[in-house]
């Protein structure tokens, strides 16, 4: 074991010294058009806790907090078009989407969870980079002056009054109702300060957060706290909690808040690791 443990390190050594990385072959790589993305500085910015908060058994506003990323995130500039989801479904690695045979322009819709998280796993193999979905944390901190705030203004303070909330929910409903939910071509709602479009459009966007649900005390200290990964944070005009095999938004399977319009999705590029660190990784996978 230790001859061999030698004999890796030796191998990995000669390596770094003449550029040759130990990675798996990538001869399917395909040529492709160039993704757009928007690399976004660290900054600190208020960020309200996804989830559902409970406090003597009522629903109240999850926290809002002071907080700051750690590093730059870089994420497309546009959704996923149908004509690049189509792309994955041709290399038999996608579900077709329920927006197939729709312009091409247009941002697919129709995909659930488990679909973008296909579509990136496709995608960083072609491109032998690393695409994900972002965390609603990094959805938030992206979409700007666009993120769509889910407090329900003076909920906690209504305790006399529990019917206040339903009445927010109605008043939401009833502007939903009233808005053209049809998914439009890209760039269609422009662009915002850090130069992503269509952030809070009519497509809402699959992030890779689980749903939470968490109980405070009198204080609104958290006593229980309690995580599903079976549903995702959808963010768009408002957030949106939904099961991750679901494709349409109205199909009755939102797990909380006012379902989404249409489902889609974007996704954040990760810096390359370096070629210390891949050739590790190539060794120990054998």
């Avoid at 910015?45 to 559902?52: D, I, K, L, S, V």
């Avoid at 809070?200 to 939470?212: F, I, M």
């Avoid at 549903?231 to 957030?239: E, N």
């Amino acid at each position: 074991m230790k001859l061999q443990t030698a004999t890796a390190v030796v191998v990995a050594a000669s390596a770094l010294a003449t550029g040759i990385a130990l990675l798996p072959r990538i001869d399917r790589m395909a040529p492709r058009a160039a993704i757009e993305t928007v690399s976004i500085k660290p900054a600190s910015f208020a960020y309200r806790r996804p989830g559902e908060f409970l406090k003597a058994g009522r629903t109240i506003d999850g926290p809002r907090l002071e907080t700051r990323l750690q590093r730059p995130v870089e994420i497309m500039t546009y959704q996923v078009s149908v004509a690049e989801y189509a792309a994955c479904v041709a290399d038999g690695a996608c579900q077709p989407a329920d927006s197939s045979g729709a312009a091409n322009n247009l941002p697919v819709t129709g995909v659930s969870y488990l679909d973008a998280v296909t579509y990136a796993d496709w995608l960083s193999a072609k491109t032998g980079e690393s695409w994900r979905l972002p965390t609603d944390e990094e959805w938030s901190f992206a979409a700007a002056e666009r993120f769509g705030d889910d407090v329900l203004t003076g909920v906690e303070d209504e305790a006399s009054n529990p019917a206040a909330r339903w009445i927010a929910a109605y008043r939401e409903y009833n502007a939903r109702e009233a808005r053209d939910a049809t998914p439009k071509a890209r760039g269609h709602f422009g662009k915002n300060s850090h130069g992503l479009h269509d952030m809070a459009g009519s497509v809402w966007e699959w992030t890779s957060t689980c749903y939470t649900r968490t109980h405070v005390d009198a204080a609104g200290e958290p006593t229980q706290r309690i995580e599903n990964c079976g549903v995702r944070v959808t963010s768009g005009r408002h957030r949106g909690y939904m099961t991750n095999f679901l494709r349409d938004g109205k199909s009755g399977g939102c797990a909380a808040g006012m379902a989404p319009d249409n489902l889609g999705f974007r996704l954040v590029k990760d810096p390359a690791p370096s070629l210390a660190r891949r050739l590790w990784r190539g060794i120990a996978r054998g």
